[in-house]
């Protein structure tokens, strides 16, 4: 094969694998309407089973991520409650939806947690915008809720869909079974008396999502301030997390590709890399690939032994022996 004929195949068959994957991440936005319509799992915070698991979400998995609007997002409180529309609603594992979301809406690494419940302004004012205090009547001060169109809002009192909280100015749910859903905090809390979580006194900064992953013993992403003992998680700035606001949402946890998502961990130069990911997921990984490497091998002498034993190409080894015979060429 000439040199010019090489180059032509070579570049052809680029051209050819770059178009799939143009095909591939186009179909998986039409899916998803996000992008990046995938994340990967970069941390043990929602494993359910240590050695890893279909089905939930692990370090090193792939997740679909779905355009989500926030008033769909159904939160585990929700999922919880036999009056609630949503009832019995699970997503990976659990009831209640996984969230992708921004810390305080800053540009570091999302987090993919479980939403736990949501807050709702009661009773609210408009907020003073570009006064020093933007509630000079008290309340907590929300720059994404509006009253009559105007931005901006001073909230008295609260709502929690799929609690009895209804125009609390502080929340306090026990969800022991009885006051909401059961959420088993797989230990003691709450200065060891509890086994189930707890929110107690919680004055929220504003609207949103109360967050928590599936493995984080009820540790909640907003901390001490809503659950007592949480560690929380912390902005870039340092200051701990409020309730999740439809700004900061990415998108709704979709469907899991598992342990592919660990090829990129392996060869990222930041990150905590492979430290979390299951043994069983690289193991499997493992064998993917080597399935991948070892298919062809098997399937292509088994495809033309199939063939070869087919009526049609019997038939067409007959009529070129024929033609032989007859000493006719086959191409003319």
């Keep these: 094969m000439q040199p010019s004929s090489s180059a032509k195949l070579l570049f052809r068959e680029v051209l050819l694998a ?20 995938l994340v990967v799992v970069e941390s043990s915070s929602m494993v359910h089973v240590s050695d890893g698991e279909v089905g939930s979400i692990d370090a090193g998995d792939l997740i679909l991520v779905h355009k989500s609007s ?12 036999p009056s609630n529309p949503y009832y019995g609603h699970e997503s990976h594992g659990m009831e209640g939806d996984v969230v992708i979301y921004k810390k305080n809406g800053e540009s570091s690494t999302p987090i993919i947690h479980r939403a736990i419940l949501r807050v709702v302004p009661n009773e ?5 915008l570009g006064d020093d205090d933007p509630c000079p009547e008290g309340g907590s001060y929300d720059s994404e809720w509006s009253i009559n169109g105007s931005q901006g809002a001073c909230v008295l009192t609260w709502d929690v869909p799929g609690t009895n909280v209804v ?5 306090t749910i026990a969800f022991d079974g009885i006051d909401a859903g059961y959420y088993d905090c797989k230990r003691f809390v709450h200065a060891g008396v509890e086994p189930h979580l707890r929110v107690h006194e919680w004055v929220p900064k504003h609207s949103g999502l109360l967050t928590l992953g599936d493995a984080n013993k009820c540790s909640v992403d907003q901390g001490h301030e809503a659950v007592n003992g949480s560690s929380g998680l912390q902005s870039l700035d340092g200051s701990l997390l409020g309730p999740v606001q439809e700004s900061w949402l990415v998108g709704r946890a979709g469907g899991e590709i598992p342990w592919l998502g660990a090829v990129k961990l392996m060869v990222s130069g930041s990150g905590p890399g492979l430290t979390y990911v299951p043994g069983s997921s690289i193991m499997y990984l ?17 495809i033309r032994k199939i063939f070869s034993t087919s009526p ?5 080894q007959q009529e070129k022996a024929f033609l032989i015979a007859l000493g006719v060429d086959e191409e003319e």
Excluded: K, R, W
């Design 18 to 37: 770059g178009g799939m994957i143009v095909v591939l991440i186009a179909a998986l936005y039409a899916h998803t309407q996000s992008m990046p319509p």
């Design 167 to 171: 125009d609390q100015s502080s929340i």
């Design 124 to 128: 609210a004012y408009p907020a003073v």
């Design 312 to 316: 049609e190409n019997i038939q067409a």
């Design 286 to 302: 493992l064998a993917c690939i080597g399935g991948v490497l070892v298919f062809p091998m098997i399937a292509d002498p088994l």
């Design 70 to 81: 926030f008033d769909n997002i159904v939160t585990f409180a929700e999922a919880t409650d």
